[in-house]
């Protein structure tokens, strides 16, 4: 079955920890995205790349760095520089185009500890 | 860049009627406007979509409209359920290039039996 797949479901960070957020596809989407939903935000950017070893900032990038080593996969890394990391993080993909939907995973609940 | 605005952002409705979210969008060049369903603890859903070469669309009990002109596009929700209840986010693409969609905050459906 194709679809996004998000892990962990929930995650826990202590103050000053670096964690990772997981996302793998097998659409064959060139395009993936991460994004950050807080109550009342809607959905904020942070990076998404359209292509293998390129990626681009969104609207919330600091505080956050991702890699893009495998089409299938765009982990996102919550650094110790993002001072408010509590959130939704929600990981999709598309193909590559204007007109494009994007299709999303299921999401990571981050919480500090 | 594109901005878009939703409203309301939190709709109660009685089964059985019908339910109107509407958004607005700034960037002239955007020509895709998908509408995403998201319950609790999941990722949105694609629900329908609609390109700028086309007014309204309908999909069984939902439909959407397009006015170019006015940039405004609206999702319709006819002989509502208790499952229709969750939030609901619309989008438009980014205008020119292959920039990423662009949400609305989002509305809260709420469908009382």
């Known amino acids: 079955d194709g679809g996004i797949t998000q892990s962990p479901k929930y995650l826990f960070r202590k103050e000053g920890q670096n964690v990772t957020l997981s996302c793998e596809q097998n659409l064959n989407h060139d395009a993936m995205y991460w994004y950050r939903q807080d109550p009342g935000q809607g959905l904020r950017l942070i990076y998404y790349?359209?292509?293998?070893?390129?990626?681009q900032k969104g609207d919330i990038a600091e505080g956050y760095s991702v890699s893009r080593e495998k089409k299938e996969s765009f982990p996102l890394t919550v650094t110790s520089a993002q001072k408010n990391p509590t959130a939704f993080y929600l990981c999709?993909?598309?193909?590559?185009?204007?007109?494009?939907?994007?299709?999303f995973g299921d999401g990571t609940r981050l919480s500090i500890l | 860049g594109e901005n878009v605005e939703q409203h309301p952002s939190t709709l109660s409705v009685q089964e059985g009627d019908s339910a109107v979210i509407k958004c607005t969008y700034s960037d002239s060049a955007s020509n895709y406007f998908p509408w995403y369903k998201q319950e609790l603890g999941k990722g949105p859903q694609l629900i329908i979509d609609?390109?700028?070469?086309?007014g309204e669309k309908k999909d069984q009990r939902i439909a959407v409209t397009l006015n170019k002109t006015a940039k405004h596009f609206s999702l319709h929700i006819t002989e509502t359920q208790p499952e229709d209840s969750a939030v609901y986010f619309c989008?438009?693409?980014?205008?020119?290039?292959?920039?990423?969609?662009?949400f609305g905050k989002g509305t809260r459906l709420s469908v009382i039996a």
């Open positions: 790349s359209q292509i293998v070893n390129d990626f």
């Open positions: 999709a993909s598309s193909i590559v185009g204007r007109n494009q939907p994007q299709h």
């Open positions: 609609i390109r700028s070469n086309v």
């Open positions: 989008a438009a693409s980014g205008g020119s290039g292959n920039t990423p969609l662009v």
